[in-house]
């Protein structure tokens, strides 16, 4: 029998991100499509963009601790992206719409703000400074992307929700 290490599950954990990482940049422009609001449109668009560089760095932290990039079917991110495909289908041309993606997008967000932060604290537990700051980085960056969300939702997107035709 193999005793499973904080190196196995930092390792399980990375897969496991990178799989929830790729499924996102398959999951943003359907979001981006389906919003109303042009900022929230653009936030999405902005976050594809880091997202690439988000698996990148994921393929770098991989080859740091010597194994191969690959993903294992994480059953969280599937669950939360279907909850955001539920929202697009059940209130699309509705006022509620754009408050509901941003909702389902910092659900993303907060799993991503997890993961990260779990496996920066396990990498630097392990030695790995080259992954720490690979992973902090992207952490830092999934935090400013929530927080940017929430502006959105502040600024407007929750106050329109509100709204009731006349």
């Not at 194994?67 to 599937?78: L, N, V």
């Not at 920066?120 to 392990?126: G, I, K, P, S, Y």
Request: negative net charge; hydrophobic residues 45%; charged residues 30%.
């Amino acid at each position: 029998m193999v005793t499973k290490t904080l190196d196995t599950l930092f390792h399980e954990t990375l897969k496991d991100i990178y799989y929830a990482e790729r499924k996102i940049l398959k999951a943003l422009p359907k979001m981006a499509k389906g919003a109303d609001s042009m900022e929230l449109k653009a936030a999405f668009e902005k976050h594809r963009n880091e997202t690439e560089v988000h698996v990148e760095r994921l393929q770098q932290v991989f080859e740091i601790f010597g194994k191969r990039a690959q993903g294992k079917t994480c059953e969280a991110i599937e669950g939360i992206i279907a909850e955001g495909e539920e929202m697009l289908d059940d209130f699309r041309g509705e006022p509620a719409l754009d408050a509901g993606l941003v909702s389902s997008a910092q659900a993303v967000e907060h799993y991503e703000i997890a993961r990260y932060g779990t496996l920066a604290r396990w990498a630097d537990e392990l030695g790995m400074k080259d992954a720490l700051a690979l992973l902090v980085q992207t952490l830092e960056e999934e935090i400013a992307t929530d927080a940017a969300l929430t502006k959105l939702a502040e600024g407007g997107v929750n106050a329109k929700a509100q709204k009731v035709a006349a």
